[in-house]
């Protein structure tokens, strides 16, 4: 999963957390897969991003097992070089059980936790299924 796009972070920008969730994709729903640790934003406008998610399947059925990883990468301006790359997961991976036979999605998801009026644009969104 590749996903790219811009950020206009607000004079308070506060901290940055991508996460990936397998659930109805409605906002912090479902199990989470991946998580990035918090990390601190620069205020700036349309910067660039891009968040790079690869997910495998260890087990299927209804105690499925999914592990993530990637990582989330941005303008220097947004997030400064000395915090990149951002690493999902923030520490040692792990595989999640997670219902497969349940009408679910995976939902990438970030959450800005500084003043309000920040905002993500997404450009483009590819998902590639390798097997």
Same mark, same amino acid.
């Given at each position: 999963?590749?996903?790219? %796009?811009?950020?206009?972070? =607000?004079? !308070?920008?506060?901290?940055? !957390?991508?996460?990936?969730?397998?659930? !109805?994709?409605?906002?912090?729903?479902?199990?989470?897969? %991946?998580?990035?640790?918090?990390?601190?934003? !620069?205020?700036g406008t349309a910067l660039s991003w891009e968040l790079d998610l690869l997910i495998r399947c260890r087990t299927l059925g209804s105690g499925?097992?999914?592990?993530?990883?990637?990582?989330?990468?941005?303008?220097?301006?947004?997030?400064?070089?000395?915090?990149?790359? =951002?690493m999902i997961p923030a520490s040692s991976a792990a595989a999640v059980t997670v219902d497969l036979t349940a009408n679910n999605v995976m939902s990438p998801q970030m959450i800005a936790s500084g003043s309000a009026g920040s905002a993500v644009i997404v450009h483009d969104y590819t998902y590639e299924a390798l097997n």
């Open positions: 999963m590749r996903i790219w %796009g811009q950020m206009t972070a =607000v004079a !308070t920008p506060g901290n940055i !957390t991508a996460l990936l969730y397998w659930g !109805t994709g409605a906002d912090a729903n479902g199990t989470i897969l %991946g998580t990035t640790a918090a990390t601190a934003l !620069t205020a499925g097992a999914l592990i993530t990883h990637g990582m989330l990468n941005a303008n220097v301006s947004l997030i400064a070089s000395t915090l990149q790359p =951002v």
